[in-house]
T-cell receptor
Framework: GQQVMQIPQYQHVQEGEDFTTYCNSSTTLSNIQWYKQRPGGHPVFLIQLVKSGEVKKQKRLTFQFGEAKKNSSLHITATQTTDVGTYFCAHGNKLVFGAGTILRVKS | GAVVSQHPSRVICKSGTSVKIECRSLDFQATTMFWYRQFPKQSLMLMATSNEGSKATYEQGVEKDKFLINHASLTLSTLTVTSAHPEDSSFYIC????????????FGAGTRLSVL
């Protein structure tokens, strides 16, 4: 499957600061999913986006799918220590994962 | 959400032995399951697609004779790492999706394999 580029690789924020991770593809994606993996844990499904320009919110998390369906972002407002983990985007019927963004939150 | 059980969670074995990892969908049937491998601080790499009642489909570069996959029922897939070597040490994770929402994958807790 087509690879997606995910940035940044790593981000360390102060508790209360915002955080954003981005996924970019050179080709149009049919859908994009976001997963969270806590340290030592397994990936947990967060959301799936399928429509061009789609925006979905889950409490402090905002997910966007670009108009061209080639990029997506996950934004966390006012991070908390419970947000710590690795956030992956993934796409396709056979999930192809981005490299992930490791989020660390300093209290 | 759907529950996928993976066992064992951790295994330590000697070089040359074989290790079997089980992946079960507990509250739904899964005609397809996926096996991933994850190295520390890296992403998940798809190894193979496990198909109930037929042969698994392996990704490029994954040795099918090394990583034997059996999907004998709609709720169970097994991955056997044959003649394990230290370079096989890794975190192996399975996933399964419901028929009506196949794209959404539910992951097992993973198996950390250490080959001495």
């Amino acid at each position: 499957g087509q690879q997606v580029m995910q940035i940044p690789q790593y981000q360390h924020v102060q508790e209360g600061e915002d955080f954003t991770t981005y996924c970019n593809s050179s080709t149009t994606l049919s859908n994009i999913q976001w997963y969270k993996q806590r340290p030592g844990g397994h990936p947990v499904f967060l959301i799936q986006l399928v429509k061009s320009g789609e925006v979905k919110k889950q409490k402090r998390l905002t997910f966007q799918f670009g108009e061209a369906k080639k990029n997506s972002s996950l934004h966390i407002t006012a991070t908390q220590t419970t947000d710590v983990g690795t956030y992956f985007c993934a796409h396709g019927n056979k999930l192809v994962f981005g490299a992930g963004t490791i989020l660390r939150v300093k209290s | 959400g759907a529950v996928v059980s993976q066992h064992p969670s951790r295994v330590i074995c000697k070089s040359g032995t074989s290790v079997k990892i089980e992946c079960r969908s507990l509250d739904f049937q899964a005609t397809t399951m996926f096996w991933y491998r994850q190295f520390p601080k890296q992403s998940l790499m798809l190894m193979a697609t496990s198909n109930e009642g037929s042969k698994a489909t392996y990704e490029q570069g994954v040795e099918k004779d090394k990583f034997l996959i059996n999907h004998a029922s709609l709720t169970l897939s097994t991955l056997t790492v044959t003649s394990a070597h230290p370079e096989d040490s890794s975190f192996y994770i399975c996933s399964a999706g419901r028929a009506l929402a196949k794209n959404i994958q539910y992951f097992g807790a993973g198996t950390r394999l250490s080959v001495l």
